[in-house]
């Protein structure tokens, strides 16, 4: 089953202007009125580290909620941020970044690879503990801009090294735009039969003319669950100076369609959301 998960929090973290808060709670209530599975609205991290998200606590507030199947995803990088998310009953996930470029690992968690496994351990009891799902984001699974070793099999070892903690959800990020369609096929094909207790998922970074060839070779390769943001806004502000957007919800879905595959998106719902979405990043 394809599963869409529009993240707004990404597409806002790296703006330096401070959107009002009152403004996100309306664009994330629309966004939850549009029928997709999962929403990634905010990061309980440190308001020095990102600004933008200092007031994820009062999004969660102001959220109406009733009557929507949305799941409500929350972005972690550190064991405080879980435990702050983990007050919230109405928040699903808890995603944690966790990069296999040393580089970007420290910069964005300031953690080392090896100091950030025993943290996921941590995260995945408290999610248990607490009725929550962990999703595990491998950050620059397609390669690195710092000159970090990356392969296939480096990928593959720590995807091994998560789900033997026990996660059940992972997507494969493509940080900063690296991945190729031969790059993104060949990886999906290998981890998806190799571990199918995993549900994987593809968080692809591209500029327009590179969206749907990422899509279709994801998708070729048996991936059924897709990060995107409306617009392409987004970018993680301590990967590099210069942010590649996500893949946009309009080319997703317009994939779907030419896949003749529903993904569930109230057409009128979305609108509205698009109009707003045009005011949050004016």
């Known amino acids: 089953m394809l599963k869409i998960v529009e993240c707004p929090r990404d597409a ?12 996100k709670i309306r664009y994330i209530n629309a966004l939850l009125r549009t029928g997709f599975d999962t929403l990634d609205f905010g990061s309980f991290v440190s308001p020095q580290a990102v600004p ?24 972690v990088a550190n064991l405080r941020g879980a435990q702050d998310a983990c007050l919230f009953p109405v928040i699903h996930y808890l995603g944690y970044p966790f990069s296999i470029s040393e580089t970007f690992q420290i910069r964005n968690t300031r953690k080392t ?13 408290l999610c248990l503990d607490n009725g929550k799902e962990l999703v ?15 392969n296939p099999d480096i990928t593959a070892h720590w995807v ?23 790059s ?34 994801a998708w070729s390769a048996g991936c059924r669950r897709f990060d995107s943001a409306m617009m392409g806004f987004g970018g993680c502000p301590f990967a590099e100076d210069e942010l590649v957007g996500n893949i946009s919800t309009e080319s997703l879905i317009a994939f779907c369609e030419e896949k003749k595959v529903n993904p569930g998106i109230n057409a009128a719902a979305f609108r509205n959301a698009a109009a707003i979405a045009r005011e949050v990043f004016a």
Do not use: C
């Open 113 to 125: 690879i090896t100091e950030s496994l025993p943290l996921v351990y941590d995260l995945q009891k």
């Open 52 to 75: 933008q998200m200092a007031d994820t606590h009062e999004l969660v507030a102001g959220l109406d909620l009733n009557g929507v199947s949305t799941r409500l995803l929350a972005i």
């Open 184 to 217: 993104v096929f060949s990886l999906f094909d290998r981890l998806i039969p190799a571990f199918p207790e995993i549900e994987f998922g593809g968080h692809f970074h591209a500029h327009p003319q590179h969206q749907t060839e990422k899509l279709e070779a």
């Open 160 to 182: 091994e090294e998560i789900a033997r903690i026990g996660v059940r959800t992972i997507a494969l990020a493509d940080t900063v735009g690296a991945a190729n369609p031969d």
């Open 12 to 23: 806002m973290q790296g703006i330096s202007r401070f959107i009002p808060t009152e403004l």
């Open 136 to 150: 595990v984001y491998i950050s620059m699974a397609f390669g690195n801009p710092y000159g970090d070793a990356w």
